[in-house]
């Protein structure tokens, strides 16, 4: 199956299965945490084990996975201060990922992270710093093997153009995925239905929403009409925001209860955040296959 192929799945009934967390299952399993590269480093010293969790997440049903490059991106990577390269530290990610796939017809989605902290509602780089991370992280994605963007947990506006802008006038595949807060605000203020009719115009396979508790999520679903294509992931953990020592707060059933709920004509994917692991996977798989 081709990359057209592939992503003309996204225009079928059957919403899409999006795989769950890779950062909190690496940190449950040993690896290391950086307050930089969070999790990401163990594509250099856990590759192996970053496979295996790309390959769980493939058995248990998941049609899309997503790269383990959540910190990969230049900024995190300056801030460490390791000796590696940009390209380097990328292609070990998607390494894992093409590895895992293995020419089916699994989608690989290369994770694009917010430049800063997902949570930091101040900025403390420049605007030239934050167009270099965006482009740059994006284009080493696509590169090595990434066959879509994913946009995740993005909150400010300024970085949200600069995305979107960014993969549509260079005819790349993505998906802008928001992170909001209980005021149905994203970080720098804006309210996510503005945001969601500038984010249109940039022509994306899907509007994400991601890294949301369920409650929030329930709220905003119920106060907005869906007419677009939109996908989600929801947070697992047991009320933590950060993958640092994160444990599961949500079992697999319990979250599939509450994903019932939000089935929809215009839902084209659906997966797990946070603190989730392949059980919620399969539990998804095994819904959305009996229901759509």
């Given at each position: 199956?081709?990359?057209?192929?592939?992503?003309?799945r996204?225009?079928?009934k059957?919403?899409?299965?999006?795989?769950?967390?890779?950062?909190?299952y690496?940190?449950s399993?040993?690896v290391l945490w950086?307050?930089?590269?969070?999790?990401?480093?163990?594509?250099?010293?856990?590759?192996?084990?970053?496979?295996?969790?790309?390959?769980?997440?493939?058995?248990a049903?998941a049609?899309?996975?997503?790269?383990?490059?959540?910190?990969?991106?230049?900024?995190?990577?300056?801030?460490?201060?390791?000796?590696?390269?940009?390209?380097?530290?990328?292609?070990a990610?998607?390494l894992?990922?093409?590895?895992?796939?293995?020419?089916?017809?699994?989608?690989?989605?290369?994770?694009?992270?917010?430049?800063?902290?997902?949570y930091?509602s101040?900025?403390?780089?420049?605007?030239?710093?934050?167009?270099?991370?965006?482009?740059?992280?994006i284009?080493?994605?696509?590169?090595?093997?990434?066959?879509?963007?994913l946009?995740?947990?993005?909150?400010?506006?300024?970085?949200?153009?600069?995305?979107?802008?960014?993969?549509?006038?260079?005819?790349?595949?993505?998906?802008?995925?928001?992170?909001?807060?209980?005021?149905?605000?994203?970080?720098?203020?804006?309210?996510?239905?503005?945001?969601?009719?500038?984010?249109?115009?940039?022509s994306?396979?899907?509007?994400?929403?991601?890294?949301?508790?369920?409650?929030?999520?329930?709220?905003?679903?119920?106060?907005n009409l869906?007419?677009?294509?939109w996908?989600f992931?929801?947070?697992?953990?047991?009320?933590?925001?950060?993958?640092?020592?994160?444990?599961?707060?949500?079992?697999?059933?319990?979250y599939?209860s509450?994903?019932?709920?939000?089935?929809?004509?215009n839902?084209?994917?659906?997966?797990?955040?946070c603190?989730?692991?392949?059980?919620?996977?399969?539990?998804?798989?095994?819904?959305?296959?009996?229901?759509?």
């Amino acid at each position: 199956m081709n990359l057209s192929e592939k992503i003309e799945r996204f225009s079928g009934k059957k919403p899409l299965i999006l795989d769950g967390a890779v950062g909190s299952y690496l940190t449950s399993n040993g690896v290391l945490w950086d307050d930089n590269l969070w999790s990401s480093y163990g594509n250099i010293s856990h590759p192996g084990l970053v496979k295996t969790i790309h390959a769980k997440y493939i058995s248990a049903g998941a049609d899309i996975i997503t790269s383990n490059t959540f910190r990969t991106n230049p900024i995190a990577l300056k801030r460490a201060n390791i000796d590696i390269s940009e390209e380097d530290f990328v292609r070990a990610a998607l390494l894992s990922a093409l590895f895992a796939v293995n020419n089916s017809n699994v989608l690989i989605a290369g994770s694009n992270a917010p430049a800063e902290d997902c949570y930091q509602s101040e900025r403390t780089i420049g605007i030239d710093e934050l167009i270099y991370n965006h482009k740059r992280h994006i284009d080493l994605l696509y590169e090595n093997g990434a066959e879509i963007i994913l946009n995740e947990t993005q909150s400010h506006i300024d970085e949200i153009q600069i995305i979107c802008e960014y993969c549509h006038s260079n005819k790349i595949p993505f998906i802008l995925s928001l992170f909001f807060t209980e005021d149905m605000k994203i970080l720098s203020g804006e309210s996510v239905s503005e945001v969601v009719q500038d984010v249109l115009q940039y022509s994306p396979l899907a509007i994400g929403f991601n890294c949301i508790f369920n409650n929030t999520f329930q709220s905003f679903i119920n106060n907005n009409l869906t007419y677009y294509d939109w996908g989600f992931y929801l947070n697992c953990g047991a009320g933590n925001l950060t993958d640092k020592g994160i444990t599961c707060g949500v079992s697999e059933k319990e979250y599939v209860s509450d994903i019932k709920k939000l089935i929809h004509p215009n839902l084209k994917f659906v997966g797990s955040c946070c603190g989730s692991s392949p059980a919620h996977t399969m539990e998804l798989r095994r819904v959305i296959d009996e229901l759509c």
